[in-house]
């Protein structure tokens, strides 16, 4: 079915034109100390895209605030090695610039990955390790690393590391624009909070000037994303879906419903229209606003369709949103199991109407249910949750605890989050 009439035709036709003469998004890399003055202007014209595979957990957290000294780089964590070479090619197709590989966990396997991913001859590979061993340090070199970074880290050393990876970049590679970041609410169950978050999220994010925010609700067909926020959108994420052959960021744009705080919107349809979606047509959708927008916020409730798209296998994060209720932490606990044990998307756990003790269940049950520690908890407000639902006003608009919450955990996102001091140490394999 063609959602456009030929007047719409002529409307759109004008809107592409504009679009056509806007500049592409650019993406900031100079926020952070660590890279005032060293990051080049040509180098740092295009983000790196960083994966991180760290199956030691309080290593991983060092590396990644490390990493992370450049809000504009895209960064992906992985709490596992690769399992297979299937997966090694996997995470090769995903074209990172960088990967960075912790040693400690298993040095022979980690050398093994070093040499396989080293050996596509496009990527930089850098390793850490807790030790300066020097025959390690051979050993890395001859697979193919070419940074060795030892703990702690150090801020200068890591991002004097990036630069040079930025500069080894095929050229072709570094005018490319990074896709934006793809940030999913999947609820763990029914009415566990997963548009309440991803709306406020969106809107936290979306506070950003320099960054163009989206937040599409794939929790179809009866998403409830725009009614949190108070608008009444023509057009749907079913319009776009329906139409891939010609979705563009231009079409795309003519879907949108723009929200008061800046975040735009691609609404679940108004009325109940049965439709299920191919997963071609979300991962294309995906792509087109991935193109377009900074960060794509997707509320995917708790329906569990689409997990052989894009939403399962490209996020950057999955915010799995769960209660500290005895079946929300079943299903929670079942779905780590099935989707976030082996290479995979970052998972963080948030316990949405968190009381300390809430129905007789302790943090070190919840933790145990969950299979590792929640990174946010956020707290059970109902009468500020209703207001915003009376006024359409989103509490991140607002001061209050859950909105402090939420906005540190779009802070995070986006490479924002403060990082540690750091000792002096580490060093290069090559200059
Ligand atoms: N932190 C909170 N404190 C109090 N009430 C909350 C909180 N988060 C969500 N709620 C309330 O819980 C209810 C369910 O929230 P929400 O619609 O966000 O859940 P959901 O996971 O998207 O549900 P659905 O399965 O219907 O999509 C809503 O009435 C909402 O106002
Ligand atoms: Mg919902």
Redesign the pocket.
Known sequence: MDIFDSSDRADMQAQETKYAGRSDRTVTTDSSPYFGSQYPESIGSAALSIALIGPGEERRAAAMSALTGSSGNELREFSSYPPSPDEVNRLLEQQYDIVVIDLDSDPEYALELVENISSSGAITVMVYSEKSDPDLLVRCMRAGAREFLTLPFDGNLVAEALVRAAARRPVNKASKKAAGRLLTFL?A?????????ACNFAVALAQDPNQKTLLIDL?LPL??AAL?LGIAAEYSTINALQSTSRLDASFLSQLIVKHSSGVSVLAAPGKFIPYEASDEAIDRLLEVARQDFDNVVV?W??RLDFTGTAVLRESTAIYL?TQAGIPELRNSNRLISQFFTGAGPRLEIVI??YEPRSMGVGDEHIAKALTRPAQWK?????P???KM?INATPLTLGDSP?SRLIKQMARAATGQSETPATKKKGFSLFG
Do not use: H
């Open positions: 609820g169950k029914g009415g566990a909070g997963a548009t309440t978050l929790d998403g409830d949190n509320d409730g708790s949103v949405n109407r956020i707290p059970n407000d109902y500020a949750v209703r639902q859950i």
